[in-house]
């Protein structure tokens, strides 16, 4: 879980909107496409920017790191700055473990 919120050789959090550093450009197509643009089936303008997402997806884990513990930032690096639910759904598994496990939480009535 450390690794994952920053403590890691990047020092980048893959869990997007978590502290001071974490991607800045997700592969999500409700993150790198403005609120107001009209782009109908098209929008590979914001696909191909460079420019940080106008959106923030807030709470979305991205693929993460090579093996090497590189990561390139770009939204067209779909394999490393996708997020999805197979990402986000083990993160969570793994936080409600540590939750469960915790001495800390005796309860949650």
Do not use: W
């Amino acid at each position: 879980a450390n690794y994952v919120l920053g403590d890691n050789p990047m020092k980048l959090s893959y869990l997007v909107g978590y502290g001071s550093s974490y991607p800045q450009q997700v592969h999500h197509r409700g993150a790198s496409i403005p609120a107001d643009a009209k782009t109908g089936c098209k929008g590979f303008e914001y696909l191909h920017s460079s420019s940080p997402n106008p959106n923030v997806a807030t709470g979305a884990v991205v693929g993460g790191p090579f093996q090497n513990d590189s990561f390139v930032d770009l939204r067209d690096n779909a394999v490393q700055t996708e997020s999805s639910t197979y990402n986000s759904g083990t993160f969570v598994g793994l936080l409600a473990g540590l939750v469960t496990t915790s001495s800390v939480a005796k309860t949650f009535t």
